[in-house]
Nanobody, 117 residues
Framework: QVQLEESGGGLVQPGGSLRLSCAAS????????MGWYRQAPGKQRELVAN???????KYADSVRGRFTISRDNAKDTVYLQMNALKPEDTAVYYC???????????WGKGTLVTVSS
């Protein structure tokens, strides 16, 4: 049973920073893509950033240059460092794990990020 445990959300003022963490357990796959999606009220869930086992990262245009995704393969943990946060970054952020061989996908429960003064 694959489980994803997210942490790090909260309330921050515009221009501030937050760091999200997502620790995976139970996945036996050696090749995985881990990443973050977000869903704002009334909007569809969208990709924020993801990173594969080799360290190749992909970012949404809206966060490129402000957010940095990284991972610790030994700990099966992915991080999202969010800087220069804007009110439009407010959303529930979800961690996702994709096992490349087999195609199984797993989602975390989500963590709320609120950017407001």
């Amino acid at each position: 049973q694959v489980q994803l445990e997210e942490s790090g959300g909260g309330l921050v003022q515009p221009g501030g920073s937050l760091r999200l963490s997502c620790a995976a357990s139970g996945s036996g796959s050696e090749v995985k893509v881990m990443g973050w999606y977000r869903q704002a009220p009334g909007k569809q869930r969208e990709l924020v950033a993801n990173i594969n086992t080799g360290g190749f990262a992909k970012y949404a245009d809206s966060v490129r240059g402000r957010f940095t995704i990284s991972r610790d393969n030994a700990k099966d943990t992915v991080y999202l460092q969010m800087n220069a946060l804007k009110p439009e970054d407010t959303a529930v952020y979800y961690c996702k794990l994709l096992e490349v061989f087999g195609g199984a996908e797993y989602w975390g429960k989500g963590t709320l990020v609120t950017v407001s003064s």
